[in-house]
């Protein structure tokens, strides 16, 4: 059995990146100072920019900002975070002092 032509496949990426797009336009607008991010389409080759596009917001930090936005958080929920996030950068930055 084969699967669905290319076409289908380039279209199903093409509405999944307008989604992302769509949802995360409100969240690049509120960041401000980021630059907006960018990635090119080579050879109509839609399933690679697609990658290369969630590899950017992931590192950029945007899907965890997401999850965190879904619910509320309380501000003492929020400092416990925080806090916590504080502690696991302070031992990643003296783990890399050691070697």
């Known amino acids: 059995?084969?699967?669905?032509?290319s076409g289908a496949i380039r279209l199903q990426a093409?509405?999944?990146i307008l989604r992302?797009?769509?949802r995360l336009s409100r969240m690049l607008i509120k960041r401000?100072?980021?630059k907006t991010l960018e990635v090119k389409v080579f050879d109509n080759d839609v399933e690679k920019?697609?990658?290369?596009?969630?590899?950017k917001l992931s590192k950029s930090g945007l899907f965890k900002e997401l999850k965190l936005r879904r619910a509320?958080?309380?501000?003492?929920?929020?400092?416990k975070r925080k806090a916590i996030e504080a502690r696991?950068?302070?031992?990643?930055?003296?783990r890399r002092k050691i070697y």
């Open 49 to 55: 920019a697609l990658k290369i596009l969630k590899n």
């Open 72 to 79: 509320y958080e309380k501000p003492s929920v929020k400092r």
């Open 14 to 16: 093409r509405v999944a």
């Open 88 to 94: 696991r950068r302070l031992a990643k930055v003296q």
């Open 32 to 34: 401000k100072g980021e």
């Open 1 to 5: 059995m084969s699967g669905p032509p």
């Open 20 to 22: 992302i797009v769509g």
